[in-house]
């Protein structure tokens, strides 16, 4: 949720933040940690609106040092994260085998991929190499289209499967990671094969 564009999207992102703006750091740290709270025990998609709402207050607060100023406590089941020093909130992406978990707060990475818990790291891995050719579809050059024969067959079938694998990633393989963490969220749409979230069902 980077705003270094102009993009209508990424505009319409500084709007929504602005209100986390106004907010000094006691008010914005009690509404981080009162949030974290809320958000505590579930697998959270990363498109629900209250977790876009923390993501936006929690890069403020980082960029503010909210965490360092230690003016608010968070819930006692968040440990602290070693990137950023903010309460460990994961991202499970489509990436996770070279990025790992992400930090919402600082956006880099919370977690390396070989320190993810064995028993979830494997089928994280397997996950993650059976969703790699599946999203490589989207940005296949003109060669691999016309020998394909019908690409947007082939790209549509590859929209399918991607919604099959971020269920499963939401539905399963993130819930096991609460198993480690208190709570988690998990990206939930493919930008590039056109999945948006809605898409993306049991």
């Keep these: 949720m980077a705003f270094d564009s102009d993009a209508p999207l990424d505009l319409l992102w500084k709007e929504y933040s602005l209100v986390f703006r106004d907010f000094d750091d006691l008010t914005l740290g009690r509404w981080l940690a009162q949030t974290l709270g809320q ?43 070693a990137c950023c020093r903010a309460p460990a909130l994961p991202l499970v992406t489509r990436d996770v085998r070279e990025s790992g978990l992400i930090c919402q707060h600082c956006s880099e990475t919370l977690v390396p991929f070989e320190d993810i818990a064995s028993e979830v790291s494997s089928d994280l891995a397997a996950w993650a190499v059976e969703y790699e050719p599946v999203h490589a579809v989207a940005h296949w050059d003109d060669r691999q289209r016309k020998s394909a024969g019908n690409y947007d067959r082939a790209y549509e079938n590859a929209a399918l499967q991607a919604e099959r694998l971020l269920a499963r990633a939401g539905f399963d393989l993130a819930l096991k ?5 208190p709570a988690v969220i998990w990206e939930d749409q493919d930008e590039c094969l056109e999945v948006r979230p809605e898409d993306v069902r049991r």
């Design 39 to 81: 958000l505590e025990g579930k697998a959270w998609r990363l498109s629900h609106p209250l977790v876009g709402a923390y993501r936006l207050a929690a890069q403020l607060g980082h960029e503010r040092q909210i965490w360092h100023k230690r003016i608010a406590t968070p819930p006692s089941a968040y440990m602290e994260s």
């Design 177 to 181: 990671l609460l198993n480690h963490y």
